[in-house]
């Protein structure tokens, strides 16, 4: 203890406290208990009353030594300190050897002072903590991780017979570094060369809530366009062991691949989710549409097939569908619209009945599209072009009427129809969309309009139309705008007909209309409302798609479904995080990364390797789904150094430099021992793709701070079954794919090796006939 003298300013020793034990690391003040504080050592933690500063004294030992699973936390006082003496230190010394050569690789408890078996036991260090901020008066806590990733709780409590120390032990994960205890019970806590966690104190446990990416340090990058998007992807080698990552950074939104079906999808035409009522917040049914048939599941924790409990005509072809009005769904096809109300099968708000009600309307001619809104159906004809509007009416208590109010014959056809769905934010926004609607609304650009009383079409004119559904009103256009696309020559455009129109709402309205040449059209500049941050748009790194519908439920509150390769792909949108990055846990420090176009994998070189076989390897890793394909394990002692691809003659190899060495830093004769390397020469020829090797599924070792998968049990349509098995980037659901060696499809074929008196350090094709090789000095 020292202390400013008061006479010259200098610093004056008043007192010490010494006790054999081990090394001391940090001192801390406990807050709102003055004259205490805590002394924090490799593998203990000392309580110090300091209240008088010349007989300071050790009250309570906490000892981090691990004992057996289960055995109960006691407190034992230590009233004074001890003199330090050389017998004492050499006991203390042994002790501590002898710990440190019995460490038991348990999940142990912290004992306070309690343990009997020295060699059941095994000394850890405090690596971080933190104090409570909001702790209540007289009750400070602390937080702090162990190095082998235990975080515990000690609660400080004073009464009449002096301080009192309550420990519990709230979670297991990675050791953290830092560690920050913030207001709410939410903590803070970052790995070393990992991704940091934020935790919730709930009930005496921790919770994870969410990951706090970290790509560093990056110690090898490749960029690829892997999905031929024309959007380059970032495949970076990431972190070190035990931590090491391959991430595959993209620019765009966040993408969270939850689940994926059995392609067992074939035809599909069509995708939609839809509600029970407008206000619910999640999607009770999803819609699949194929050529000639047509299935409905439920949304939830499982997709059960409801179809019969909803009533949609399951032998045809759904061509749009929609909630007309609380509990009312509408399934337009190509014979006629039906009306249904499902049952308390499908969805718990639904009839207490046997079998839906059902109500159907049937045209004279074929309906090629349509759309539905709040209490208004809108479709179309071909031949002829006609359009038809319909609307529902109740008769008595669970009977309804679809009935036509307007039917118009049109001049083009109509290629697709959006109605745009009532939403609180559209009701207060503003539009003038010129023409006769401008007339309507007057000089006033900011007149509240009803987004429910018009609809956007798009004709084979090519042209996109907007027209108003009033009820009491006939048939009116109220803005047209012609489409007319040119190439470089002047010539027209083929393919400018509308396939899909869309009506947004941002600080006005404007209108999205999907060509189908694959170009994007608005009626409005993109680059002013991304500028004025009203507008944002970011592209989507995923599988080629022919249908996507968005998916809202408890477990999964902002998904998307998409139809691709003949599967359904339920990912999730993470529109909170700044990185669109996936992260593949490699196991060891992943050095070295390249992509290989011809097989579309990656091959990442690594070191720090824990199996008794070997401490480096080449691996073929799947970017896709982080599947490992195919190694080449290096030599007892032997560290791969650098990898390059190079074609020698027609034959495409992999070239690899090595160093090895005998762990003898000295010969017999008192020489430094020469460190050998190799060049090894791999053949990529018989590398296969990621869809011949498909059938090898990673395995899952979810860390102890993630949650499990959103879905535990998926049900749906025709039996098929859902795999939870690919790699997620979520901070709720992180997959690190471990994958197991013996499910490895093959292994990478060595054609030839030369060794050298020297660490190959660097290799580079030359000529397309040779390789250069630089070793030790030459």
């Given at each position: 203890m020292y202390a400013l003298a008061a006479n010259d300013g200098g610093i004056q020793y008043?007192?010490?406290?010494?006790?054999?034990?081990?090394?001391?690391?940090?001192?801390?003040?406990?807050?709102?208990?003055?004259?205490?504080?805590?002394?924090f050592r490799a593998g203990d933690i000392l309580i110090v009353d300091l209240r008088d500063p010349k007989d300071i004294c050790c009250t309570i030992r906490i000892s981090m030594t691990g004992s057996l699973v289960g055995e109960q936390i006691s407190v034992e006082d230590s009233c004074r300190g001890l003199d330090v003496d050389d017998d004492v230190a050499a006991c203390a010394l042994l002790e501590l050897r002898d710990s440190g050569n019995n460490i038991m690789m348990d999940d142990s408890c912290m004992a306070i002072d309690g343990a009997d078996n020295p060699r059941s036991m095994k000394s850890r260090v405090i690596c971080s903590w933190s104090w409570e901020p909001d702790a209540m008066r007289g009750q400070p806590r602390l937080i702090f991780c162990l190095d082998d990733g235990e975080f515990h709780i000690l609660e400080f409590n004073w009464d009449t017979e002096g301080l009192k120390v309550l420990p519990e032990r709230v979670h297991r994960g990675l050791p953290c570094k830092p560690l920050l205890w913030m207001d709410r019970g939410m903590i803070a806590g970052f790995v070393e060369m990992g991704d940091g966690m934020i935790l919730h104190l709930e009930h005496g446990r921790l919770v994870h809530r969410s990951t706090v990416q970290n790509v560093g340090p990056i110690l090898d990058l490749a960029i690829a366009d892997y999905h031929g998007e024309k959007q380059d992807q970032l495949f970076s080698c990431c972190g070190m062991c035990p931590e090491g990552s391959l991430r595959v950074i993209r620019n765009g939104v966040n993408v969270e691949k939850l689940l994926r079906t059995e392609p067992i999808y074939q035809g599909v035409t069509g995708l939609w989710t839809l509600r029970m009522k407008r206000t619910d917040t999640y999607h009770s049914f999803l819609v699949l549409a194929f050529v000639e048939e047509t299935r409905i599941l439920s949304v939830g924790l499982s997709f059960n097939d409801i179809s019969d409990a909803v009533g949609f005509q399951p032998e045809v072809?759904?061509?749009?569908?929609?909630?007309?009005?609380?509990?009312?769904?509408?399934?337009?096809?190509?014979?006629?619209?039906?009306?249904?109300?499902?049952?308390?099968?499908?969805?718990?708000?639904?009839?207490?009945?046997?079998?839906?009600?059902?109500?159907?309307?049937?045209?004279?001619?074929?309906?090629?599209?349509?759309?539905?809104?709040?209490?208004?159906?809108?479709?179309?004809?071909?031949?002829?072009?006609?359009?038809?509007?319909?609307?529902?009416?109740?008769?008595?208590?669970?009977?309804?009427?679809?009935?036509?109010t307007q039917?118009?014959?049109?001049?083009?056809?109509?290629?697709?129809?959006?109605i745009p769905e009532e939403d609180s934010r559209l009701r207060t926004s503003c539009s003038a969309f010129g023409g006769d609607f401008r007339k309507r609304e007057g000089n006033n650009s900011a007149a509240e309009v009803d987004v429910r009383m018009f609809a956007v079409i798009g004709t084979h004119k090519p042209s996109v139309e907007v027209i108003s559904l009033e009820p009491d009103e006939a048939f009116r256009l109220l803005s047209i705008g012609s489409i007319s696309v040119n190439n470089a020559l002047g010539a027209p455009v083929s393919g400018c007909i509308p396939e899909n129109v869309r009506f947004v709402a941002s600080e006005r309205f404007y209108i999205l209309a999907g060509l189908r040449n694959g170009m994007l059209l608005s009626d409005r500049s993109w680059l002013l409302y991304a500028s004025r941050h009203s507008l944002a748009y970011s592209s989507i790194s995923f599988l080629p798609a022919s249908h996507v519908t968005p998916v809202s439920s408890v477990d999964c509150p902002s998904g998307l479904l998409f139809v691709a390769e003949n599967c359904l792909h339920l990912v999730e949108m993470v529109h909170g995080k700044r990185l669109n990055a996936q992260k593949f846990s490699v196991g060891g420090t992943p050095r070295k990364v390249l992509y290989h176009s011809d097989s579309r994998t990656l091959l990442v070189m690594r070191t720090g390797l824990t199996g008794a076989s070997c401490s480096s390897d080449i691996v073929q890793i799947d970017p896709n789904n982080g599947i490992l394909l195919s190694r080449f394990k290096c030599e007892l002692g032997e560290t791969a150094k650098c990898i390059q691809i190079a074609k020698i003659g027609s034959e495409q190899v992999l070239i690899v430099g090595t160093s090895k060495s005998t762990d003898r830093p000295m010969m017999p004769n008192g020489e430094a021992e020469s460190i050998k390397g190799r060049l090894i020469v791999l053949s990529l020829d018989t590398l296969g793709s990621p869809h011949e090797c498909s059938s090898f599924i990673p395995t899952s070792n979810l860390s102890s701070s993630s949650h499990t998968g959103s879905f535990p049990e998926i049900v749906g349509y025709a039996n098929e079954d859902f795999s939870s098995n690919s790699m997620c980037s979520s901070p709720d659901d992180i997959c690190y794919n471990q994958i197991q060696f013996e499910q490895i499809a093959g292994h990478l074929r060595s054609l030839t090796h030369v060794t050298f008196t020297g660490a190959v350090l660097a290799v580079y094709p030359y000529l397309d006939r040779y390789v250069l090789a630089a070793a030790g000095n030459t």
């Amino acid at each position: 203890m020292y202390a400013l003298a008061a006479n010259d300013g200098g610093i004056q020793y008043l007192s010490g406290y010494s006790e054999p034990g081990p090394l001391a690391l940090e001192i801390a003040e406990i807050p709102q208990l003055d004259g205490f504080g805590l002394l924090f050592r490799a593998g203990d933690i000392l309580i110090v009353d300091l209240r008088d500063p010349k007989d300071i004294c050790c009250t309570i030992r906490i000892s981090m030594t691990g004992s057996l699973v289960g055995e109960q936390i006691s407190v034992e006082d230590s009233c004074r300190g001890l003199d330090v003496d050389d017998d004492v230190a050499a006991c203390a010394l042994l002790e501590l050897r002898d710990s440190g050569n019995n460490i038991m690789m348990d999940d142990s408890c912290m004992a306070i002072d309690g343990a009997d078996n020295p060699r059941s036991m095994k000394s850890r260090v405090i690596c971080s903590w933190s104090w409570e901020p909001d702790a209540m008066r007289g009750q400070p806590r602390l937080i702090f991780c162990l190095d082998d990733g235990e975080f515990h709780i000690l609660e400080f409590n004073w009464d009449t017979e002096g301080l009192k120390v309550l420990p519990e032990r709230v979670h297991r994960g990675l050791p953290c570094k830092p560690l920050l205890w913030m207001d709410r019970g939410m903590i803070a806590g970052f790995v070393e060369m990992g991704d940091g966690m934020i935790l919730h104190l709930e009930h005496g446990r921790l919770v994870h809530r969410s990951t706090v990416q970290n790509v560093g340090p990056i110690l090898d990058l490749a960029i690829a366009d892997y999905h031929g998007e024309k959007q380059d992807q970032l495949f970076s080698c990431c972190g070190m062991c035990p931590e090491g990552s391959l991430r595959v950074i993209r620019n765009g939104v966040n993408v969270e691949k939850l689940l994926r079906t059995e392609p067992i999808y074939q035809g599909v035409t069509g995708l939609w989710t839809l509600r029970m009522k407008r206000t619910d917040t999640y999607h009770s049914f999803l819609v699949l549409a194929f050529v000639e048939e047509t299935r409905i599941l439920s949304v939830g924790l499982s997709f059960n097939d409801i179809s019969d409990a909803v009533g949609f005509q399951p032998e045809v072809c759904t061509l749009a569908c929609g909630l007309i009005a609380d509990g009312l769904l509408v399934q337009i096809h190509s014979k006629g619209v039906k009306l249904c109300l499902p049952t308390s099968h499908a969805h718990p708000e639904g009839a207490a009945l046997t079998s839906p009600v059902c109500v159907d309307w049937y045209p004279d001619v074929t309906i090629s599209v349509g759309a539905v809104g709040h209490d208004v159906v809108a479709v179309a004809t071909s031949n002829p072009c006609c359009l038809y509007i319909l609307r529902v009416r109740p008769l008595s208590s669970l009977q309804y009427e679809l009935y036509e109010t307007q039917h118009v014959q049109l001049q083009y056809e109509v290629s697709c129809i959006s109605i745009p769905e009532e939403d609180s934010r559209l009701r207060t926004s503003c539009s003038a969309f010129g023409g006769d609607f401008r007339k309507r609304e007057g000089n006033n650009s900011a007149a509240e309009v009803d987004v429910r009383m018009f609809a956007v079409i798009g004709t084979h004119k090519p042209s996109v139309e907007v027209i108003s559904l009033e009820p009491d009103e006939a048939f009116r256009l109220l803005s047209i705008g012609s489409i007319s696309v040119n190439n470089a020559l002047g010539a027209p455009v083929s393919g400018c007909i509308p396939e899909n129109v869309r009506f947004v709402a941002s600080e006005r309205f404007y209108i999205l209309a999907g060509l189908r040449n694959g170009m994007l059209l608005s009626d409005r500049s993109w680059l002013l409302y991304a500028s004025r941050h009203s507008l944002a748009y970011s592209s989507i790194s995923f599988l080629p798609a022919s249908h996507v519908t968005p998916v809202s439920s408890v477990d999964c509150p902002s998904g998307l479904l998409f139809v691709a390769e003949n599967c359904l792909h339920l990912v999730e949108m993470v529109h909170g995080k700044r990185l669109n990055a996936q992260k593949f846990s490699v196991g060891g420090t992943p050095r070295k990364v390249l992509y290989h176009s011809d097989s579309r994998t990656l091959l990442v070189m690594r070191t720090g390797l824990t199996g008794a076989s070997c401490s480096s390897d080449i691996v073929q890793i799947d970017p896709n789904n982080g599947i490992l394909l195919s190694r080449f394990k290096c030599e007892l002692g032997e560290t791969a150094k650098c990898i390059q691809i190079a074609k020698i003659g027609s034959e495409q190899v992999l070239i690899v430099g090595t160093s090895k060495s005998t762990d003898r830093p000295m010969m017999p004769n008192g020489e430094a021992e020469s460190i050998k390397g190799r060049l090894i020469v791999l053949s990529l020829d018989t590398l296969g793709s990621p869809h011949e090797c498909s059938s090898f599924i990673p395995t899952s070792n979810l860390s102890s701070s993630s949650h499990t998968g959103s879905f535990p049990e998926i049900v749906g349509y025709a039996n098929e079954d859902f795999s939870s098995n690919s790699m997620c980037s979520s901070p709720d659901d992180i997959c690190y794919n471990q994958i197991q060696f013996e499910q490895i499809a093959g292994h990478l074929r060595s054609l030839t090796h030369v060794t050298f008196t020297g660490a190959v350090l660097a290799v580079y094709p030359y000529l397309d006939r040779y390789v250069l090789a630089a070793a030790g000095n030459t």
